[in-house]
């Protein structure tokens, strides 16, 4: 083990990338897999809910049109969770869901013609490719920004200086972000070389950084509403199929030089078991974040 050598949150993003979802040794990260047996889980079930309470469209005036900006839209899930909530109260809205990966851009548009027959002629959704740190929007356009899980993959300051532009003065930025998680386990071995390998988590991940940064970029933190949740071994497992992300970090931990191939290989081996067995667990908190362009 490479003392004093991690891997930094983009080693992992940029797995995720276009053209870069494909490891060295041919290993495909499933990104859309991935998020869909990640959205199936009752956390995240519940979390969508809390955002749709969160975001308040029922105080919005019956004649406004409501325009709203999903950054990083991913499978376009929550893009469609709010346009049926917008049906569902009658409410005019106009939402447009911004993604880099052109796969997640394929996956949402599709998800969007399975299901717009059903949404109100006044409710509007367009998914268009781009980058959030430097969006083709107008000054002042939004009423929302929403980000779900999409900030901590990005430089926070410059996507939060982005986010304030496009919003109207008052406009609020929704952000479902996790923060403070860690990994337990008995095995002390395992547990050595997972707090080795992965960045620094005394920050408190980037729920807890919003707290601090959105005041200093003019932003009203108005709520987070944390929830802390605890996922079993072998939960983990089932989030993982063929243990597909494990090796992916397993690869990336060889070839950024943090781990040997031994290493990495004991890690994988122990980290299966003691999910397998039930004797490790992921603590996590997730913060909804309800901020206001000042």
């Known amino acids: 083990m490479v003392e004093n050598k991690k891997l930094s949150t983009e ?6 990338k276009d053209e ?27 979390a969508k809910q809390r955002v749709i309470q969160v975001m308040k469209l029922d105080q919005f005036d019956n004649n406004q049109e409501i ?7 991913g499978l376009g899930i929550d893009l469609l969770l709010v346009a049926e909530e917008a049906t569902r109260l009658g409410k005019t809205l106009s939402i447009t869901g911004l993604d880099q990966n052109s796969t997640m851009i394929e996956e949402a548009k599709a998800l969007y013609t399975k299901q717009k027959d059903q949404l109100a002629p006044n409710v509007a959704v367009e998914i268009v490719r781009g980058d959030i740190l430097q969006m083709e929007f107008d000054d002042n356009t939004f009423d929302i920004v929403r ?21 109207k ?39 807890i950084r919003l ?55 004991s890690f994988q081996k122990r980290y299966m078991e003691a999910c397998n067995t039930n004797q490790v667990l992921a603590a996590s908190i997730l913060f909804i974040i309800e901020a206001v362009k000042c």
């Open 11 to 16: 080693d992992f993003s940029n797995v995720w």
């Open 20 to 46: 870069k979802n494909v490891l060295p040794s041919g290993l495909k990260l499933d990104l859309v897999e991935h998020l869909l047996r990640q959205r199936l889980s009752p956390e995240w079930v519940q």
């Open 67 to 73: 325009k709203i900006l999903d950054i990083g839209c």
């Open 147 to 167: 980000s779900d899980i999409t900030l901590q993959h990005v430089d926070l300051s410059k996507a939060l200086v982005e986010i304030k532009r496009v919003l």
């Open 169 to 207: 003065v008052n406009g609020r930025l929704i952000a479902l972000e996790g923060g403070s998680g860690n990994l337990y386990s008995s095995d002390e071995a395992l547990i050595k070389t997972y707090d080795a390998v992965l960045p620094n988590r005394r920050d408190g991940g980037c729920g």
């Open 211 to 265: 707290q601090f940064l959105l005041p200093k970029l003019g932003f009203e933190v108005k709520d987070c509403n944390p929830t802390a949740f605890l996922q079993t071994g072998q939960f983990l497992a089932s989030q993982d199929k063929d243990w597909v992300k494990l090796k992916g970090m397993g690869e990336i931990s060889v070839s950024k030089g943090v781990l040997t191939e031994d290493e990495s290989q």
